[in-house]
C-alpha cells in the first residue's frame, strides 16, 4: 500500500463546473495536509494547507479532512482552463528531522471550455 | 513567502561526470529539503540539509552519491555524483516557513547522457 494515494487521472470537468481531487493517506500519526498545484515544467506551488478535521475554504478552493477515514480532499470550484494542472497531495509528520512531507503521484485535472 | 532561487535551472551533463546545484533562499530559514522528481513521478526526498552539520539522508540516498552542504541558514548545494543516465531528473529545494509550510525553488532540470 502507498503511504499518500491519488488517482492519476486524467480528471476532465467543464468550465464553470466542481473538480474534486482525492486523497487516502496510510500513516494514522499523520499531522498536517498540503495541496500543490503543478504545472508542467514547473515546481510545486502550495494551494491549500489543512490540519484539523472538517473543511477549510480559500476563494475557489476548500480543503476537506477526514483523519478518521484517513482521506483529504480539494474541491475546486467554478474551474477554469488555467486550473489544468497536476494536483499533488502532502502529508506531513513531524520526526527527529522536522516536518517530513511524504507525496502522493498525482492527479492531472483538464478543465475543458 | 520566501524567494527561492536555483542554479542551474538546467543542464545536459555526460555520464560519469558531477554537477552541483546551488540553493539560494532570501530569508533564513531553519529547514531546508532537497527533493527529486523524476520524469512523471511525484517528488522524493533526498536528504535534509542541517546548518553546520552533515545531512540527514532518506533510505535509498547516500552522502557518497549525493552530498550536501548547508554553510549557512540562507544556502545549501547538492552535488549529483558519478552520474548515470538514471540521475536525469528534477531535482527541487524546498524550505519551511510558518507552520510546517514548505515551499519549492524553481527546480533545476538535469539530462544526463
Known amino acids: 500500500q502507498k503511504e499518500v494515494e491519488q488517482n492519476s487521472g486524467p480528471l476532465s470537468v467543464p468550465e464553470g463546473a466542481i473538480a474534486s481531487l482525492n486523497c487516502t493517506y496510510s500513516d494514522r500519526g499523520s499531522q498536517s495536509f498540503f495541496w500543490y498545484r503543478q504545472y508542467s515544467g514547473k515546481s510545486p506551488e502550495l494551494i491549500m494547507s489543512?490540519?484539523?478535521?472538517g473543511d477549510k475554504e480559500d476563494g475557489r478552493f476548500t480543503a476537506q479532512l477526514n483523519k478518521a477515514s484517513q482521506y483529504v480532499s480539494l474541491l475546486i470550484r467554478d474551474s477554469q482552463p488555467s486550473d489544468s494542472a497536476t494536483y499533488l497531495c502532502a502529508v506531513g509528520k513531524v520526526t527527529g528531522g522536522g516536518n517530513k512531507l511524504t507525496f502522493g503521484t498525482g492527479t492531472q485535472l483538464k478543465v475543458e471550455l | 513567502s520566501a524567494v527561492i532561487s536555483q542554479k542551474p535551472s538546467r543542464d545536459i551533463c555526460q555520464r560519469g561526470t558531477s554537477l552541483t546545484i546551488q540553493c539560494q533562499v532570501d530569508?533564513?530559514?531553519?529547514?531546508m529539503f532537497w527533493y527529486r522528481q523524476q520524469p512523471g513521478q511525484s517528488l522524493t526526498l533526498i536528504a535534509t540539509a542541517n546548518q553546520g552539520s552533515e545531512a540527514t539522508y532518506e533510505s535509498g540516498f547516500v552522502i557518497d552519491k549525493f552530498p550536501i552542504s548547508r554553510p549557512n541558514l540562507t544556502f545549501s548545494t547538492l552535488t549529483v555524483s558519478n552520474m548515470s543516465p538514471e540521475d536525469s531528473s528534477i531535482y527541487l529545494c524546498?524550505?519551511?516557513?510558518?507552520?510546517?509550510?514548505?515551499?519549492f525553488g524553481p527546480g533545476t532540470r538535469l539530462l544526463v547522457l
Open positions: 524546498s524550505v519551511i516557513q510558518g507552520q510546517e509550510t514548505q515551499y
Open positions: 530569508s533564513q530559514v531553519t529547514m
Open positions: 489543512i490540519y484539523s478535521n
